[in-house]
Nanobody, 118 residues
Framework: VQLVESGGGLVQPGGSLRLSCLASGFFFSDYVMGWARQEPGKGLEWVSGFYMNGSTYYADSTKGRFTISRDNAKNMMYLQMNSLKPEDTAVYYC?????????????WGQGTQVTVSS
């Protein structure tokens, strides 16, 4: 099982980045997917994700600026980030989660650094 994030980098305030998450080793479409981030010395913050019914949610701090999407045929999830702010600087993680009668299955990627700075 593997989740691999890509697309992070250094961007100026107001700029955009598109993060990608490539999943392998599990049946992607069966999993609830999401993005979380962590700033140095702080706890994990949920950024955006999908509910079980396929609808999406966003943290208040990212609403209107970030857009999450997924392509089950390609085992990919994306996070389009626009109007980036310095406070968006963090390591962004891809997350996969599934609960069934056999238990809970939860996976994390290794993270990709996003730095918003002039």
């Amino acid at each position: 099982v593997q989740l691999v994030e890509s697309g992070g980098g250094l961007v100026q305030p107001g700029g955009s980045l598109r993060l990608s998450c490539l999943a392998s080793g599990f049946f992607f479409s069966d999993y609830v997917m999401g993005w979380a981030r962590q700033e140095p010395g702080k706890g994990l913050e949920w950024v955006s994700g999908f509910y079980m019914n396929g609808s999406t949610y966003y943290a208040d701090s990212t609403k209107g600026r970030f857009t999450i999407s997924r392509d089950n045929a390609k085992n990919m999830m994306y996070l389009q980030m626009n109007s980036l702010k310095p406070e968006d600087t963090a390591v962004y993680y891809c997350h996969a989660d599934r609960i069934d009668y056999t238990g809970r299955y939860e996976y994390w990627g290794q993270g990709t650094q996003v730095t918003v700075s002039s």
